[in-house]
């Protein structure tokens, strides 16, 4: 009898502000998983990020408390604190070699919007970065895939595109509907729009 050797588990690592999570970053994880076959996807709030020009809303604790929320009953989805927990920036290149150090036997998948991939070359380490794990890239509205053919040829094979059905939402949007006083239950998960009703988040400053 021949050996069978055990497939390696892939997971799917997908950071972001998350600032708050929606039904939007869930869709794309889910669609992410079914389509590349993933164990498990894990979310990474980011920490402090250096590609961000503006100040981040809420604090780490509570977009990871909300991402703990969101996630909680889906048990494809892990959430991970290792960014909001990290001192300084927060760097992909630094989170992915976490994860290869300490998951050697797992196959990574880096998930993030096909919008962000075209500026991969300008992350830190980005040539690096292509070659540690693969990339993700879940279209969002108004994008056009055709745009990725731009990107240097060994990096379009390290790309896996995803078109998942869009969304009219945004967590900027979001922000603006809480400060004005209007409900959000529609666009994310209704513990997560009470834990932001409960911690009075995202309300104008003098309403905080």
């Not at 990107?151 to 979001?174: F, G, H, K, N, V």
Request: one cysteine or more; aromatic letters at 10%.
């Amino acid at each position: 009898m021949k050996n069978q050797q055990t497939p390696i588990p892939r997971w799917g690592l997908m950071g972001g502000t998350f600032d708050p999570i929606h039904y939007g970053h869930l869709l794309a994880a889910q669609a992410a998983a079914r389509h590349c076959g993933l164990e498990q996807v894990i979310f990474i709030p980011t920490g402090n990020p250096p590609h961000k020009r503006i100040r981040l809303t809420a604090p780490a604790f509570n977009r990871y408390e909300m991402t703990l929320l969101a996630t909680a009953e889906n048990p494809l989805f892990q959430v991970s604190s290792l960014e909001t927990e990290r001192e300084g920036f927060s760097y992909t290149f630094d989170t992915l070699n976490y994860f290869l150090n300490h998951y050697p036997q797992t196959e990574l998948f880096f998930i993030t919007g096909a919008d962000a991939i075209l500026d991969i070359v300008d992350w830190k380490h980005g040539k690096e970065l292509t070659e540690m794990c693969r990339f993700i890239a879940i279209s969002r509205p108004g994008f056009d895939l055709e745009r990725l053919r731009t990107l240097p040829a060994t990096l379009q094979e390290r790309i896996i595109p995803i078109c998942i059905p869009p969304i009219a939402i945004s967590a900027t949007e979001i922000r603006e509907k809480i400060a004005a006083g209007q409900d959000v239950s529609q666009f994310t998960p209704k513990l997560v729009s009470a834990y932001i009703q409960r911690h009075r988040l995202y309300l104008p400053v003098e309403n905080a």
